[in-house]
């Protein structure tokens, strides 16, 4: 069975220029979260779903983050426009049960912000 | 507020050596615990969780926790360390209602021949 994909696995991009990650959970999970990683630290939620509902955006900066989940299977995080702080590993993690189904998490992509 | 504190930043271990990674949890009287270990340029991997009963906890890859409610904390532990374990390792816990997951900072465990 395939893990969760993510693409791209590494983005370089200058300040101000839009980015987007792309994230297809394992098939069946309808839990779908999004997190993003500084270095040397560990991932922070940014959002959950439930199927293409999102329940939890509480920290995802929406003045220039925004996510959608069309038909409840893959998902799309974009950042527009990126700024330098933004450079970060950007993880995807999928669950078959919200709460205490286990998480299994894609390899992330890593964005560089120049 | 709710946090998870992973003492050691970095550890140094000979192979074959024992281990213990410290993680201290601050949220909840019934805590859902878990540890993660992530290689360079790959997911993190679940080894175990912790959710209730017996405190003492075995993961995959040899690795096993206990759960100590009265210090908070929930060390990850292996016997005997191989050169494949280099990597860094998250205790993370389950909060915001049982839908988040919170992370500690890392523990970035090295192994030396």
């Known amino acids: 069975e395939a893990g969760v994909v993510q693409s791209p696995r590494y983005k370089i991009i200058e300040k101000k220029q839009p980015v987007a990650f792309w994230c297809n959970p394992i098939s069946g999970h309808n839990t779908l979260y999004w997190y993003r990683q500084n270095l040397g630290q560990g991932p922070e939620l940014l959002i959950r779903?439930?199927?293409?509902?999102?329940?939890?955006d509480s920290q995802l900066p929406k003045d220039r983050f925004s996510a959608e989940r069309l038909k409840g299977v893959d998902s799309t995080l974009k950042i527009q426009p990126a700024e330098l702080g933004d450079s970060a590993v950007y993880l995807c993690?999928?669950?078959?049960?919200?709460?205490?189904?286990?998480?299994?998490f894609g390899p992330g992509t890593r964005l560089t912000v120049t | 507020a709710q946090s998870v504190t992973q003492p050691d930043i970095h550890i140094t271990v000979s192979e074959g050596a024992s281990l213990e990674l410290r993680c201290n949890y601050s949220?909840?009287?019934?805590?859902?615990l878990f540890w993660y270990v992530q290689s360079p340029g790959q997911g993190l991997q679940l080894l175990l969780k912790?959710?209730?009963?017996?405190?003492l906890v075995q993961g995959i890859k040899g690795f096993e926790a206990e759960f100590k409610r009265s210090q908070s904390s929930f060390n990850l532990r292996k016997p005997s360390v191989h050169w494949s374990d280099a990597a860094e390792y998250f205790c993370?816990?389950?909060?915001?209602?049982?839908?988040?997951?919170?992370f500690g900072t890392g523990t970035q465990l090295k192994v030396e021949l």
């Open positions: 993370a816990q389950l909060t915001g209602g049982g839908n988040k997951l919170t």
């Open positions: 912790y959710f209730s009963g017996d405190t």
């Open positions: 949220y909840g009287a019934t805590p859902y």
């Open positions: 779903y439930e199927n293409e509902e999102a329940v939890d």
């Open positions: 993690a999928s669950s078959a049960l919200a709460g205490v189904g286990e998480q299994y």
